[in-house]
């Protein structure tokens, strides 16, 4: 497996793109306009083909790179069927198989961050978004979230896979990359809850303040990140 996390400094949003050794396919899971030339430099160096492009969720904090994907490589747009998002190739339905060379891509409904929040799983590895950050939780008031579905989501999806699961968000504010299911299980304070009902008052006092940029990423990224 080819395997590379990008990092972009205004949002803190990490993006990843994986390959496969045997034929060289690839794909790429939440892409930044701001740094498609960063990833067709990477794709071009490794000699790899890019089939897929996925966002977990319409993001509220920075424009998608997806359309510009779509231009310099012809790679299929893939989100999940509760998407309001317009240009897909076509919707991803929960539980769905895609298969990039020899690798297979789980496709996983988790809504609670946003209303069309998913999950994608690689082998070990599970790219979640923002329904579960390292240390912390995706925020749950803006975008159809709600804080119950996401302790679903979290409690009886995320939570009930094997210990060992890597998980690879996608933000992180504090310089850490990667943690377990186990890791996060044991030392993140927001699951450290023992009702769905704790859960959502703890998450409906964050009062958080709205991401910058959401008046304008949004309509954008409806569109897949086209103006």
């Known amino acids: ?3 590379k996390q990008f990092f972009d400094e205004q949002s803190s949003t990490y993006t990843y793109i994986i ?7 690839s794909l790429i899971i939440d ?3 701001d740094n498609v030339d960063e990833y067709l ?25 997806m359309s510009l994907l779509y231009e310099k ?5 893939f989100m999940g069927e509760h998407t309001t998002a317009e240009g897909l190739t076509r919707k991803l339905q929960n539980n769905e198989e895609l298969r990039v060379g020899d690798m297979i891509v789980k496709v996983i409904f988790t809504p609670g961050h946003t209303s069309d929040s998913y999950c994608f799983l690689i082998d070990d590895m599970l790219f979640t978004g923002d329904t579960l950050l390292i240390g ?14 996401a302790y679903n989501s979290l409690f009886n999806i995320i939570l009930k896979f094997p210990d060992n699961t890597k998980i690879y968000p996608g933000h992180d504010y504090n310089g850490k990359k990667s943690s377990t299911v186990g890791y996060e299980k044991k030392t993140n304070p927001r699951l450290q809850v023992k009702s769905k009902e704790e859960y959502a008052n703890l998450m409906n006092k ?13 309509p954008r990224n409806i569109k897949l990140g086209k103006k």
């Open 31 to 33: 892409s930044v306009a």
């Open 73 to 77: 490589t012809g790679c299929k747009l």
């Open 19 to 25: 390959g496969s050794e045997k034929n060289k396919e």
């Open 136 to 149: 912390e939780t995706g925020r749950t008031d803006f975008q159809n979230g709600n804080s119950e579905s």
């Open 206 to 218: 964050l009062n958080l303040p709205k991401p910058k940029k959401i008046d304008i990423a949004i």
């Open 41 to 65: 430099d990477f794709l071009n160096h490794n000699k790899l083909k890019l089939l897929f492009a996925l966002d977990t969720h319409i993001h509220a904090d920075h424009i998608s790179g």
């Open 1 to 3: 497996m080819i395997f």
